[in-house]
């Protein structure tokens, strides 16, 4: 099983579109980075809206590494999915396209075991991805800005959260962003066992969360106390909420404190809830399939 996962990974990063992926989110980061270096204090004047009118915003300390990097996860999270897709939906399809499906089911594992290693293949990019976006948003946003108390934008307050409060809350949150792309290349995967092409479940993927984004962003009575709740999509950015912290007596930052922490745990169980059906669903059709190419 080992010798065929590290047959998949070949797979996927013998192709020069994986790097693209790379690429995209190093060129990406590196602008949002230099955009702030050179007129950071503009987009601070645009996060504390009316307060900077009042009070004297020191720029240089809010201008950050840590609260750089806050900035660029918000702005590109939310289009990692696509580079997710990209592999996730090429693994069946793709296979199946240059007619070398029948092939792979000549070898000596169930299709099963052949489901679930490709699907492992699939988490380890998107692990490896998430990583080379935290080695690129966080620690180089920090070799450029320094370290320092990290301000969070929120609806109606600013939370100022100390330094040393800091960096597990980024660990956390990359841990949450990792099972939630998951739950998108499960999606991916699915789709991919239907397909005899691979730009049918990477289009079928990204207009499929689009559409659900939509939906979670909608505010309906009876929608949002039914239907809302269970869609992934509106628990795929549960990663915010490591960095909103419960607000003591003497309305200061609690350190090491999570807002609503069993939020956080049921966004992550219905993610993982997801995962598992999307995952055995497709192995499910997968074991019925007629493999004709």
Same mark, same amino acid.
């Given at each position: 099983?080992?010798?065929?996962?590290?047959?998949?990974?070949?797979?996927?990063?013998?192709?020069?579109?994986?790097?693209?992926?790379?690429?995209?989110?190093?060129?990406?980061?590196?602008?949002?980075?230099?955009?702030?270096?050179?007129?950071?204090?503009?987009?601070?004047?645009?996060?504390?809206?009316?307060?900077?009118?009042?009070?004297? +915003?020191?720029? =240089?300390?809010? $201008?950050?590494? &840590?609260?750089? @990097? *806050?900035?660029?996860?918000?702005?590109? /999270?939310?289009? #990692?999915?696509?580079?997710?897709?990209?592999?996730?939906?090429?693994?069946?399809?793709?296979?199946?396209?240059?007619?070398?499906?029948?092939?792979?089911?000549?070898?000596?594992?169930?299709?099963?075991?052949?489901?679930?290693?490709?699907?492992?293949?699939?988490?380890?990019?998107?692990?490896?991805?998430?990583?080379?976006?935290?080695?690129?948003?966080?620690?180089?946003?920090?070799?450029?800005?320094?370290?320092?108390?990290?301000?969070?934008?929120?609806?109606?307050?600013?939370?100022? +959260?100390?330094? =040393?409060?800091? $960096?597990?809350? &980024?660990?956390? @949150? *990359?841990?949450?962003?990792?099972?939630? /792309?998951?739950? #998108?290349?499960?999606?991916?995967?699915?789709?991919?066992?239907?397909?005899?092409?691979?730009?049918?479940?990477?289009?079928?993927?990204?207009?499929?969360?689009?559409?659900?984004?939509?939906?979670?962003?909608?505010?309906?009575?009876?929608?949002?106390?039914?239907?809302?709740?269970?869609?992934?999509?509106?628990?795929?950015?549960?990663?915010?909420?490591?960095?909103?912290?419960?607000?003591?007596?003497?309305?200061?930052?609690?350190?090491?404190?999570?807002?609503?922490?069993?939020?956080?745990?049921?966004?992550?169980?219905? $993610?993982?809830? &997801?995962?598992?059906? *999307?995952?055995?669903?497709?192995?499910?059709?997968?074991?019925?399939?007629?493999?004709?190419?």
């Amino acid at each position: 099983m080992w010798q065929l996962l590290k047959i998949e990974l070949f797979k996927i990063f013998r192709k020069p579109r994986t790097f693209i992926s790379f690429g995209a989110i190093a060129a990406i980061i590196l602008i949002i980075q230099l955009g702030l270096k050179f007129d950071g204090k503009s987009y601070v004047e645009l996060m504390m809206g009316d307060i900077s009118d009042s009070f004297e +915003i020191p720029y =240089a300390m809010v $201008l950050n590494g &840590y609260f750089v @990097a *806050f900035v660029i996860l918000n702005a590109i /999270l939310i289009h #990692v999915p696509l580079l997710v897709a990209l592999v996730a939906g090429d693994s069946i399809a793709g296979e199946a396209n240059m007619g070398t499906l029948r092939l792979v089911m000549t070898k000596p594992v169930s299709r099963t075991g052949l489901m679930l290693v490709k699907y492992f293949a699939s988490v380890i990019y998107t692990v490896l991805l998430l990583l080379w976006m935290a080695l690129l948003a966080l620690l180089l946003s920090i070799f450029f800005f320094g370290t320092n108390d990290t301000i969070i934008p929120r609806n109606d307050v600013i939370e100022q +959260i100390q330094k =040393a409060d800091t $960096l597990w809350r &980024y660990i956390a @949150a *990359f841990a949450f962003a990792s099972v939630a /792309l998951s739950t #998108v290349a499960a999606l991916a995967f699915l789709l991919s066992v239907f397909a005899e092409n691979s730009i049918g479940p990477i289009v079928a993927t990204m207009s499929i969360v689009i559409v659900l984004t939509i939906l979670s962003e909608l505010k309906i009575p009876m929608y949002d106390n039914t239907v809302k709740p269970y869609l992934f999509t509106s628990h795929m950015l549960g990663w915010k909420g490591f960095f909103y912290s419960r607000i003591g007596p003497d309305h200061m930052v609690i350190p090491g404190s999570i807002e609503n922490l069993p939020a956080i745990l049921r966004s992550l169980g219905i $993610l993982l809830g &997801y995962i598992v059906m *999307f995952v055995t669903t497709a192995i499910l059709v997968f074991r019925k399939k007629d493999i004709l190419s």
